[in-house]
């Protein structure tokens, strides 16, 4: 290796970043595309970014984020649809990533909010405090275009790509641990009939 490359991006010098910020900057490049925000943080901060009808907002199924987004994308193919999910919870259903990765849906995008922490039952340290490193276990998977966002720029730049070339994508970020931005109305089948109705399911 030439000793005047930088070293590729990891989670050990990716920026951390604000997650509702970041969510926020997603959002805004979104017309029609289903995102499954998971439990916690990551939906509360979805909801406060910019509520959608597309939008579906998941409470107290922990790790099921990309599961039901795997669900979503393989029903409507000709729909980008994304996974906002922790760290925590996709540790919990990490199998679901070869799942993924052997069904291969090009029109799946997986964005993993990761701040080393299970930060909404009081911040006790997940394994990726411990040096387990969420792409590379995503590639393990077969998940081939998974990388870190090393900051908003780059976040930007990967996020316009999986929005338009075929994937399965999954993108990790380094979040800070301030609390999410609002949070979600708690009635399950209101969220259920809004996101059926949002992607044409039932009128």
């Known amino acids: 290796m030439n000793m005047m490359e930088a070293p590729p991006i990891g989670p050990g010098n990716a920026q951390v970043m604000n997650r ?16 499954i925000g998971g439990i916690g943080n990551s939906n509360f901060d979805l909801w406060a970014a910019g509520h959608r009808p597309e939008n579906f907002y998941m409470l107290g199924s922990m790790g099921l984020a990309c599961p039901i987004a795997l669900g979503v994308a393989l029903a409507q193919p000709k729909r980008r649809v994304i996974a906002l999910e922790g760290d925590g919870s996709l540790l919990m259903q990490v199998g679901s990533l070869a799942t993924i990765a052997m069904l291969k849906p090009k029109n799946l995008v997986i964005v993993v909010l990761d701040n080393r922490s299970y930060q909404i039952t009081g911040g006790q340290p997940t394994a990726t405090a411990a040096g387990a490193d969420l792409v590379t276990m995503a590639r393990g ?4 275009q998974s ?5 908003e720029e780059m ?11 075929d994937g399965p994508w999954l993108i990790a970020v380094r979040i800070d641990d301030k609390p999410g931005d609002g949070a979600t109305e708690r009635d399950p089948p209101i969220i259920t009939a809004r996101f059926m109705t949002g992607i044409g399911i039932k009128r």
């Open 155 to 165: 976040f930007d730049e990967m996020m316009a790509r999986a929005l338009t070339q």
């Open 20 to 35: 509702f910020a970041l969510t926020k900057r997603l959002v805004a490049k979104l017309k029609d595309e289903a995102v």
């Open 147 to 151: 990388a870190w966002a090393a900051d």
């Open 141 to 144: 998977a077969g998940i081939a």
